[in-house]
């Protein structure tokens, strides 16, 4: 019986975690375990587990006596959460340059030439979708599990800063040009090339989001 309910725990933090990182429930949200468990059908002790874990996570605070609400992320966390991913990044595309095989590098390359047809069209929502299948190819051609979960993790929390400066035509049309340098490096398999491709890639997103002074991430 433990087990399942440590199972029904993990469900329910995955979908209230997503539920926070793509802005269903904002900074300040009060998060009720009854009102949770019934949306979600369940009772509420997996949701209780699932909030200590987001607490855990420094996604919610608890506060006694009064209940669970969304902490959300400041713009240092953002800043943070961007350097963690310039130095990651540029080793597991270093690495793809030296693992990608012909069926991954055709896969990017489709996604890329549809971004650029969805830019032409003024498609700004596909083409952040198309951003994070890049980005999850980038990561599986790695090689590295260990590096594809925690990049793939990055990239949640940095989900709806990503989506809304992807909004902006102008910087959509940049990142794309970017993503067609790192595949050109990965293709060429030079791993010095593509690192510094994809490092370069992280450095203008977080130029874009100083510029911006951090609105595109819902901060203030």
Not at 164 to 185: C, G, M, P, Y
Request: hydrophobic residues 35%.
């Amino acid at each position: 019986m433990d087990g399942i309910s440590h199972s029904l725990g993990q469900q329910v933090f995955q979908k209230i975690r997503e539920e926070i990182l793509d802005g269903t429930y904002a900074k300040g949200k009060e998060l009720k375990e009854t009102a949770i468990g019934e949306e979600l059908g369940v009772s509420r002790t997996p949701v209780r587990e699932a909030l200590r874990q987001l607490e855990l996570e420094g996604l919610i605070t608890i506060i006694p006596n009064k209940g669970a609400f969304v902490v959300g992320f400041s713009g240092q966390d953002i800043r943070d959460i961007y350097e963690m991913r310039l130095a990651l990044e540029g080793l597991c595309v270093k690495r793809a340059a030296l693992s990608a095989d012909r069926v991954q590098i055709e896969r990017m390359e489709e996604i890329l030439y549809l971004a650029d047809f969805h830019y032409s069209k003024g498609h700004m929502e596909l083409m952040a979708g198309l951003d994070d299948k890049f980005h999850g190819l980038l990561y599986e051609a790695g090689g590295s599990k260990v590096l594809e979960h925690a990049l793939k993790d990055y990239h949640q929390y940095l989900c709806r800063a990503r989506k809304t400066s992807l909004s902006n035509r102008e910087r959509a049309q940049q990142s794309n040009r970017e993503h067609w340098r790192i595949l050109e490096a990965v293709r060429e398999q030079n791993a010095e090339k593509a690192e510094e491709a994809a490092r370069m890639h992280i450095k203008c997103a977080i130029q874009n989001m100083e510029i911006s002074g951090g609105r595109e991430h819902g901060q203030d």
